[in-house]
């Protein structure tokens, strides 16, 4: 459970940058699926992190970060699109950018 819940945290993320990504690439059609599956995933993520939490060895055990609420994924997403971001930045500037809007 403690290590499925992890996996699905970092899913969370890697979906968000997918969807981020194929609308660079020119292919925004995905961008909706990507999103869902970012959502999904963070359904999974919750289901995980209850079921570790009410194990008896879950006050011996760090936690790995909680994800933003569910709808910040969109949100993020939205603030990243309307965000000038040049074509040539990493992903780590483009984080940095919605960091930064809020
Ligand atoms: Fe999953």
New binding site residues.
């Given amino acids: 459970m403690y290590g499925?819940g992890r996996?699905?945290r970092r899913?969370v993320v890697e979906y968000e940058t997918a969807a981020r990504l194929a609308v660079r690439a020119g292919r925004p059609e995905f961008a909706d699926c990507l999103l869902t599956m970012a959502e999904?995933?963070w359904?999974?993520?919750q289901y995980f992190r209850s079921r570790v939490l009410v194990h008896c060895l879950a006050a011996r055990v760090p936690m790995w970060p909680a994800p933003p609420p569910k709808g910040e994924i969109r949100a993020s997403f939205e603030r990243a699109m309307r965000a000038r971001v040049p074509a040539d930045s990493t992903m780590e500037q483009t984080h940095a950018l919605d960091l930064s809007n809020g």
């Fill in positions: 499925a996996l699905e899913n999904v995933e359904d999974h993520e």
